[in-house]
Nanobody
Framework: QVQLVESGGGLVQAGGSLRLSCAAS????????MGWFRQVPGKEHEFVAA????????YYADSVKGRFTVSRDNAKNTVSLSMNSLKPEDTAVYYC???????????????????WGQGTQVTVSL
């Protein structure tokens, strides 16, 4: 299983931007489709965005479409999430996750991803 470490979280004012990164190790990164999820206390993981093995296909939650962009660099074993026009409701712990098989929009659920990072906190203030 690939190991994942997120970075780039922090505190930002509403309307601002952040870029999260996720570094992978311990496996062939190009064999994994990657996803970003977020979680607030008391709620389940919420799908945010995902990117296929080569980066040719991406999916986004409706709540972030047009504001967030997911990208990957297979040469550097990294996946990134660029977040613009941030809103207070984007406040959460953000996780990157990896999956080996399948990449259909209706399967972007936490259970379909086998490897997870430890998460990074994003806080958006008014």
């Amino acid at each position: 299983q690939v190991q994942l470490v997120e970075s780039g979280g922090g505190l930002v004012q509403a309307g601002g931007s952040l870029r999260l990164s996720c570094a992978a190790s311990g496996g062939d990164f190009s064999l994994y489709a990657m996803g970003w999820f977020r979680q607030v206390p008391g709620k389940e993981h919420e799908f945010v965005a995902a990117i296929s093995w080569t980066g040719g296909t991406t999916y986004y939650a409706d709540s972030v479409k047009g504001r967030f962009t997911v990208s990957r660099d297979n040469a550097k074993n990294t996946v990134s999430l660029s977040m613009n026009s941030l809103k207070p409701e984007d406040t959460a712990v953000y996780y990157c996750a990896a999956r080996r098989h399948g990449f259909w929009r209706n399967t972007m659920t936490p259970g379909e991803f086998g490897s997870w990072g430890q998460g990074t906190q994003v806080t958006v203030s008014l």
